[in-house]
């Protein structure tokens, strides 16, 4: 009996192994280049797919902290942000507003997004972002993105921040699938390269 219990704790443990391996296998790496890893994984119920942008940079949480705090500054290294500002600013929480371009015939985008920083103990920090669509009125000329969930978290280590940019949008309106294919690889791998550009200066 003690054989087969044994053998009944490996079954269940593999079976544990594959489940974990399963949902790691969620994320499908899609771009591995200057030290970026982009990977993509589909979202239950969208026709969009999430996008996680990974990286070391070699500077400091505080720095990267001051570069998104700078909300219209950071417009300049987000792709293809267009123009940003802070609507509001309460303790550890922000609303922004941002347009983006898009490429024709697709109609320019904008967003709200109500941002929420979390402080860990191990010094990493987090935001947290969820898309508020109806936080302004619509703009003219813009369609507003109706959904936003994802995160940035930067974890020190060493002399380094790893630095996870992870999001599902849901864009509004009509997006062609080649564009917002193109889009989920782009973001977060142009955003990334433009942000360590400037936090390793």
Avoid at 83 to 110: C, I, M
Avoid at 132 to 158: A, C, D, M, Q, S
């Amino acid at each position: 009996m003690g054989s087969l219990h044994r053998i009944a704790v490996l079954c269940g443990l593999s079976t544990l192994m594959a489940c974990t391996m399963v949902q790691a296998e969620d994320w499908k790496v899609v771009k591995n280049e200057d030290g970026i890893k982009i990977s993509l994984s589909e979202v239950s119920g969208s026709d969009y797919k999430s996008y996680q942008g990974v990286t070391l940079m070699k500077t400091t949480v505080a720095k990267l902290r001051a570069l998104q705090d700078d909300v219209v500054g950071a417009c300049a290294w987000i792709h293809e942000c267009k123009s940003q500002k802070l609507l509001k600013h309460e303790g550890d929480q922000s609303w922004t507003y941002s347009q983006f371009n898009t490429p024709w015939p697709v109609t320019a985008r904008d967003s709200v997004l109500h941002i929420t920083t979390v402080v860990g103990a191990d010094g990493s920090l987090t935001r947290n972002l969820e898309g508020l669509p109806n936080y302004i009125p619509e703009e003219k000329g813009y369609v507003r993105v109706t959904e936003v969930k994802g995160f940035w978290k930067f974890v020190p280590k060493g002399d380094q921040v790893e630095v996870i940019y992870q999001v599902h949008t849901e864009p509004g309106g009509s997006v062609p699938a080649m564009v917002a294919n193109k889009f989920v690889v782009d973001a977060p791998f142009n955003t990334l390269k433009a942000l360590k550009e400037r936090a390793e200066k």
